[in-house]
């Protein structure tokens, strides 16, 4: 089977926010970046199915030119080759996302075959659009379904677990199909390194597609305020336990 | 020559054809396994290797750290030196009753020696069995205890055989030398009266005596007597730079195919020389194990089956080995882990060098198990849990914890520290901060008290801020090298990029990294230890404390003392601030405080290390713990905590600051005194501008 | 005129929570102009919306979702939204910023071909509608215009109150949608309950969560502890799963379970921009931690300072006595 994963490189941000002066994007000078944790797991489950059934799969990214460092992680784990579509620094509003994503796709399977399956994280780490995944599913006129913490793929079709108050949603997509992952699905493996060095010789194709016009139109980013007031502090040590239980008291949780 | 005298050689001749054939075809194999090995360059430093051959071998210098068992060793080692012609005499004297070497023969001197060594062998026999068999010391457990036994009866019984063959010969007038310079064989041989019983006799004790010392030979090679052959390479190719560098591996170089690249040790096909080497001169004293603060915390680790483990399976595995090198079927080896060293074991290490440091045949334990975990983490992807956090959080925000980089300066709230920034004049002194000053509220105390000191005696520093990254120590040592690779690269770069010469920092693992590793990638500085700065500027007089009546014991962190022989400045520093009392294991046998070779990020299993140090400190009656390392102060504070041990733990540089300003409140009251630590500075012409 | 339409998600016959506020969110944009309210075949959650501010409630009923809940056929409840706003010439569609709102008015925006803005804050009315939205799980905040006749957008969950509004009533009126079968396509065909017993971590009132500070997976154990005793979920952050101390089931955060407790007790949890994303809906927040300074301490409405490992038994013993007595 043919299997993609869809990623985007996404700084690691570990503390306070610190935007740019322009306020229109993070200040990244000091951070490193990596692939959005939904996306990991997409990168992974791409790697799992194949070996498990054979075929080819493929990692496919929207982003600058540094984002081949998220391609090359993603083939360091074990994916096959990689698409690149280079884009400037700025960042693309989800529609147009979406359609180049569904441009290249469209233009990678009628060289190739098509995809039985695309992956994409169920929303990214920095914009949180929550709809590539359907904009693209759309576009392809392919069924898609998200929120997924379970895959499995058999009979031509993708049996696919949701979590829900409750229990688990079971859906069943007849494939070629597209499904939008949460991290849990599985746990990403640590890349080896013969793997990180293979996928530096790995095939990355690159294109440029152009930026259309921002219907969701960023304006200015805000760092939102913590609450104004201080933690009260209820003590140092174990001695503190008087004072919290009497805390939980207030909150009607001791009798 | 008689006819007996043929026979002799004929016979005598056959025996050591066969014998002597046996021990080599066992040799040739270890030594192809050994010119099969990976490289490992152990060029350079011809003097400091010769010096170690002639006081660590011929000496025994580590030996005597314990004096019982250093006697034992050195009358057999000594006696068997001493002995060695009178093996080539037993040869000569088996074919023919009247051959022997000749001028040596009739040594009076030689046969005195000779005497009094075989009695020297005897006794080390008698001390070594009862050091096994009485005393039984915990050292021993996992040895092959039935082959040591069998090796002391070959050396009791061929000298006990020396002994009788030389008394017979004096009974029978046959010896060329003054009998009454014999005394033992002397009078040995007034128990025995001439005749033709006694000629039989000497015939057969010189040959009994002969079998015996070539079906040693024979035995030698397979057994941990092989170290009397070997560790005469061994301790000479031992490494000669810092304790604390491990070998780099390379991963980039062109000339190297991919399937050639060096990813530590899976299979004994990735196996060094000097590792193979390694094995084959453990002697399984257990000296490492008892060094050995995993094992003494009752983990799984012991150094020595680690030594052991791998040498038994390199011996079962090498034929194949062998034949693969020369063409024939490719080599498919079994993996070390589990094979020979178990997973818990390997990573049950905290790098602390207690085992190299103790191993009296040049054995680089530590080497080997930083080679398992690499092949573990780089290719099988097999480790503990937490690790990958860490890794995954090293690669991400560039420190183990996954904090942000920019919080990297928040430490310096309230202070006056000049951050670096891209173009800056470099500071005379770089302060490298190190991850767990920037980020853990215990360790920082140290970075503090430090540049607040440096802010005193005007030394001109500055910290690189954002700019710093880990440098890469965590991930070395659990065995990610390529990770390490890329943060040293870029360490590296962002130095050279300041034009940075001289580099302080309170951390010692820092310290270990940039000063004995980063030459390896191309970073050379002045690489110095917050304490050594210190130490020198209270020399100079730029500091000024007043010592006060607290004792205080210090804690020697391994990556300072045992990694790289900073020992002398932080004990001046102690004794200038309290009344200093040793531990009992202090220096460079002193003992980790866990957190070393990236355990400060792993699950500790069994009993907790930091808690055994803090009670060793404690046990000193002194009222504070000093250290001088941002992971000892946390580990041990922890340890401390647990234990209710009670000691403060401090580091050097705080307790300074406090003898600082002691003594300048000291100066106010003592007009004599004025000054202190500014009017000394105003009045010295500085070094450090 | 501005109409808008508002999808109310609902389960057991009453309306979601997060779609309640949806609703008053978009009583600020209506501005006493029209409130459509749609609901997906439970009409006893109907009933009630006018007392929430909806002026005019839509149940879709359709044979093929009786058997299904509403939201399990994210296509058919695009479709039905999105003919329902074609219907009404709504200006503005707004929904709950769950995961089946926003699939589903994504999905309703794809099919018309317009954008969509998922977990709004605060939306400014006017031509073009600006909205604030929810960046970084809520860590970043991102002002935008959505250039388009019709504006479709979610509410962040719990960032607007959800207001009744006194005596309010609406006439409710049932209708069929129309459906084809490749609406029906991706839809759930079965549910695992869950096993029972343990409280979810989603539908906690308290929950006790550890971070690297607990150390190990033995060092949960007081955690547990005192979940036991406040019958409280476990949480843990996300170096914890990835330290494998915890399934991640238990991660809360961004990429685990956002959660909405009265109380979150965090130990040993120094507050990365991953995990507040998750806690911070939480009412009220008791941080646990070593580093006064901790960035957890930031949201947090009482700390206590020191070893979570000596706190937290601390903390169970004087319930016990406190209850005991």
Redesign the interface.
Known sequence: MRVLACIKRVP???????LTPDARA?DT??????IS??EECAVEEAVRLIEAHGGESVVLTLGPAAAVEQLRDAMAIGIGRAIHLETGDEDW???ST?AALADAIRADEAAAGPFDLILLGN?S???????VA??L??ALGR?????IKGIAVADGAVRC???V??????????LPALVAV???LN?P??????G???AKSKPVSASSPARA????????????Q??A?Q????????????A??A???G?G??? | MSAETVVGVVAFGLVLYVLVGLFALRATYLLRLVLNGRASDRTGDLGRRSVREVVGVLFQSKLFLRPIPGVMHLLLFWGFLVLLPTIAMSFLGAMNAHWSIPWLSEQGWFALMVDLFAIGVLVGVGIAFTIRLGLRPRRFVGSYLQVAYNILLFEASITITLLLWHASQIALGINEYPAEWAPVSNAIASLMSAGPALEVFERVIVWVHALLILAFLVYIPYTKHLHTFVVWFNVFFERTRARGRLEPLVFDDPAVPEDEIRFGMGTIKDMTWKQMVDGMTCTECGRCQDACPAFATGKSLNPKLVVMGLRDQLYREGHALLAAAEGGAAFAGSPLVPNAVSDESVWDCVTCGACVQECPVGIEHVDHIVDLRRNLVMVESRFPAPGSAMLRDLERTANPWGNSPTDRVDWTAGLDVRVLQPGDPPPEYLFWVGCAPAFDERARVGAISTAKLLTEAGVDFAILGARESCTGDPARRLGDEYTYQALAGQNVATLTEARVTKIVTTCPHCFNTIGSEYPDFGGRYEVIHHTQLLAELVRDGRLAPAVGGESITYHDSCYLARHNDVLAEPRELVAAVGRPVEMARSQKRTFCCGAGGAHMWLEERESQINEERAREAAATGATTLAVACPFCTVMLDDGMQATGGGLAVRDVATLLVEAVERGRSAGRELPVLAGGPGGAQAERPSQHR | MTTVLVLVTSSDGAPDDVALQGLSLAREVAAGEPLHALVLGDEAAAAGLGAWGATQVHVARHPALADIAPGAAPDAAARILGDLADRLGADVVVGPGTEPGNTILARTAARAGLPFAANCTVVVPGAPLTVTRQRWGGSLLEEAVIHADRAILTVAAHTVAATPVPGGAAPVTTFEPALDDADLVVRVVERIPAAAGGVSLADAKVVVSGGRGAGSVEGFAPIEELAGLLKAAIGCSRAVTISGWRPHTDQVGQTGTKIVPSLYIAAGISGATQHMAGCKGAKKILAINKDPDAPIMSIADYAVIGDLHQILPAISAELRRVRGG
């Open positions: 690691a941000v570990a503390g306070r926010m610190v993070l000078r000091h951070l490193g970046f990596t944790p939904h509003d989800a529609e979406a929303e780490a920095d914009a949180g659009g929550y709809q359907v904009r599913g759309r069924p898609t379904v998200a929120g677990e949701q979590e108050t409750g229990g688990r949603d079971v859906y069943r997509l007849p949460l991290e849990g746990t493996r640590f890349p080896s390194v013969p990180r060095l293979r016009a921002q219907r969701l139109e960023l304006v200015r980013l805000v760092v939102p913590g609450k007031k933690a009260e502090v209820l003590g140092h040590g174990p001695e503190s336990a008087p919290v239980v805390m939980l008291d909150l949780l001791v009798r």
